[in-house]
């Protein structure tokens, strides 16, 4: 079975910072460069997990300002 690319590796670390509240809604993301000083990755490996979780309406992109954490849909029982 093949390696998780490095941007699904980083996708799921930032699920788990929201799911376990280190990160909460309306919370900016760091920015490119420390995302991949922090993670060892390159700066497309972060705009890839940033569009994926973009994707699945986990952040949202504020241009100019940054990636923030989108707040949970109406009607979502969590929390």
């Known amino acids: 079975m093949p390696a ?3 941007w699904a590796k ?3 670390h930032i699920r788990e910072q929201v799911a376990s509240g ?3 809604p309306e919370d900016k993301l760091p920015s490119t460069r420390q995302l991949c000083a922090e993670h060892g990755v ?3 490996v972060v705009r890839q997990a940033i ?3 973009r994707t699945e309406g986990l952040v949202e ?3 100019g300002v940054g990636v923030f ?4 849909p ?3 029982s969590s929390g």
Do not use: H, T, W
């Open 61 to 63: 992109g504020v241009q």
């Open 74 to 76: 109406e009607g979502d």
């Open 4 to 6: 998780k690319p490095k």
């Open 22 to 24: 280190e990160l909460a």
């Open 51 to 53: 569009f994926a979780l």
């Open 69 to 72: 954490i989108a707040e949970p």
């Open 42 to 44: 390159s700066a497309i």
């Open 10 to 12: 980083l996708v799921d």
